[in-house]
């Protein structure tokens, strides 16, 4: 069971990829500030 719940949580932490439903150009709206951090963070790496 250890196993398992190794492998879900580095998934869960470092993912390989993500896929965001309902991004947006609008840094104004939900989808846009979620697509900035996105790539700030990924520019920060």
Known sequence: ?????AMINSQLIEPRSIVVIGGSNNTQKPGGKT????VLKQLHV
Do not use: V
């Not at 069971?1 to 719940?5: A, E, R």
């Not at 697509?35 to 996105?38: A, D, E, P, R, W």
């Open 35 to 38: 697509l900035k951090n996105i």
């Open 1 to 5: 069971m250890k196993k398992i719940s």
